[in-house]
T-cell receptor, first 115, second 111 residues
Framework: DTGVSQDPRHKITKRGQNVTFRCDPISEHNRLYWYRQTLGQGPEFLTYFQNEAQLEKSRLLSDRFSAERPKGSFSTLEIQRTEQGDSAMYLC?????????????FGSGTRLTVV | DQQVKQNSPSLSVQEGRISILNCDYTNSMFDYFLWYKKYPAEGPTFLISISSIKDKNEDGRFTVFLNKSAKHLSLHIVPSQPGDSAVYFCAAREYGNKLVFGAGTILRVKS
């Protein structure tokens, strides 16, 4: 069990460019979540997958954001036409169907800076 | 509209003493409450949780108390250790598996 892996750890991009982040969950976890955290705030829910099905999306997830989990394993989060307001830490988490205490396992995150 | 609030941005405690971190919520439909700990450059780590039908849950040095009538929960750490210095997030489970987080409290344990 290597935990939840996220790649890259840091990304600096120019406004208007597209970026894609990858998340590899714990192998036996069928649930995968994306959260976003800005400075001084707690993580905010973006979207949730059960296996390959995207079951819920937050209103925070504008049309420029898209997430996939094609084979129910790793997931990607793409942001098109990045804006400065997209600068944040993007966190991925995974869990089994009935995690103990409903606690997810988070990855270390991808820090995005849009310049 | 903050459904989960941590009103203390920071807390400083002497090693060996008790640390008490507080959290208030507004949504009566939350059914589980969790505490996460976060070190710099790492993701949040699940610490302890409590069901809405209970008022106390204990795990080693960590105890969470829930007061449903006041919509308030607290995390007690006894005794506090320097390694406990981190950001602590309170979270609540809404429908499905979505968690709603507070803004966090920075705990500093002085040796």
């Amino acid at each position: 069990d290597t935990g939840v892996s996220q790649d890259p750890r840091h990304k600096i991009t120019k406004r208007g460019q597209n970026v894609t982040f990858r998340c590899d969950p714990i192998s036996e976890h069928n649930r995968l979540y994306w959260y976003r955290q800005t400075l001084g705030q707690g993580p905010e829910f973006l979207t949730y997958f059960q296996n390959e099905a995207q079951l819920e999306k937050s209103r925070l997830l504008s049309d420029r954001f898209s997430a996939e989990r094609p084979k129910g394993s790793f997931s990607t989060l793409e942001i098109q036409r990045t804006e400065q307001g997209d600068s944040a830490m993007y966190l991925c988490a995974s869990s089994s169907p009935a995690p103990i205490g409903y606690g997810y396992t988070f990855g270390s995150g991808t820090r995005l800076t849009v310049v | 509209d903050q459904q989960v609030k941590q009103n203390s941005p920071s807390l400083s405690v002497q090693e060996g003493r008790i640390s008490i971190l507080n959290c208030d919520y507004t949504n009566s439909m939350f059914d589980y409450f969790l505490w996460y700990k976060k070190y710099p450059a790492e993701g949040p780590t699940f610490l302890i949780s409590i069901s809405s039908i209970k008022d106390k849950n204990e795990d080693g040095r960590f105890t969470v108390f829930l007061n449903k009538s006041a919509k308030h929960l607290s995390l007690h750490i006894v005794p506090s250790q320097p390694g406990d210095s981190a950001v602590y997030f309170c979270a609540a489970r809404e429908y499905g598996n979505k968690l709603v987080f507070g803004a966090g409290t920075i705990l500093r344990v002085k040796s």
